[in-house]
């Protein structure tokens, strides 16, 4: 069976059940931008963010830090730290850094199914 066809239905326990559409709709959503360049130019600009919600990437390193920094007597963050505003104010910088820095060649790319 192909991952095309386990998107549409899975074998469990000798019986068929379908997946469920939320399921299906990003393994399709997945499957359709698989060749997409900008997908993957998105994903690395990601990867070096984070997510506001999830953290990670630079987002996470800057919590951080600055948490360290509020170990010091003479210095205090008394504003909230505002992930989703900090990656509002770094996405174009970082989209400029790596749409000049990557090339991306999808001859070479091989997809093998959600």
């Known amino acids: 069976m192909t991952w095309k066809d386990e998107i549409k239905k899975v074998n ?4 068929e059940e379908r997946f469920s559409d939320s399921d299906r709709d990003w393994m399709e ?7 997409n360049p900008e997908r993957h130019i998105n994903g690395v600009i990601n990867d070096i ?3 506001a919600k999830l953290g990670g990437g630079l987002l996470e390193d ?10 010091q007597a003479h210095i205090s963050f ?13 996405l174009p910088i970082i989209e400029e850094i790596v749409r000049s820095t990557i090339e991306v060649d999808m001859d070479k790319y091989t997809y093998s199914g959600p």
């Open 49 to 51: 963010l984070g997510s």
């Open 62 to 71: 800057i919590a951080e830090r600055l948490g360290k920094e509020e170990e």
């Open 12 to 15: 469990l326990g000798g019986g």
């Open 78 to 90: 008394p504003r909230y730290f505002d992930r989703a505003k900090v990656r509002r104010q770094l």
């Open 29 to 35: 959503d997945e499957a359709a931008n698989a060749f």
